[in-house]
C-alpha cells in the first residue's frame, strides 16, 4: 500500500514492514508453518460444521468476506485519491479502478 509518506507491506509467511517519511520498520511474524496449528484447523472445523449443518454459517462465506473486499478496496481508493473514503462504498464514483491502479501504481513497484 502505498501512500504520500511512504509504503506498507505484508507477505504470506508472516514478514511485514512499511517505509514511512525514510525509516524502514519491520518485523517478521509467525510463519505459515507456525500459523497453522492455531490457524487453519479452526477454519477447517467451521467448514466440516457448515457442511454438517445449514445453520453453523461459515465465518469466511461470501457476505463476510465481501465486506474485507470492500475494506481493501476502499484503502485502494484511499491511496490513489489521497482522501478518506467511508463504507459503504459507491462504486460508481470510481469507474475502473483496477485499471487505474494498474496504470498509476504499476510503474511505482
Not at 10 to 16: I, K, L, M, P, R
Not at 65 to 76: N, P, R, W
Amino acid at each position: 500500500m502505498y501512500g504520500t509518506r511512504g509504503y506498507a507491506w505484508a507477505e504470506t509467511n508472516g514478514a511485514w514492514g512499511a517505509y514511512i517519511n525514510g525509516e524502514y520498520l519491520t518485523e517478521q511474524g509467525e510463519s505459515w508453518e507456525e500459523q497453522e496449528m492455531w490457524l487453519q484447523k479452526p477454519y477447517l472445523k467451521d467448514f466440516a460444521d457448515w457442511l454438517d449443518n445449514d445453520d453453523k454459517i461459515h465465518p469466511c462465506n461470501l457476505e463476510i468476506s465481501y465486506h474485507g473486499y470492500e475494506i481493501l478496496e476502499g484503502l485502494c481508493m484511499s491511496a490513489l485519491e489521497n482522501k478518506r473514503i467511508d463504507l459503504p462504498i459507491n462504486t460508481e464514483n470510481f469507474p475502473n479502478l483496477i485499471e487505474r491502479m494498474k496504470k498509476e501504481v504499476s510503474d511505482n513497484i
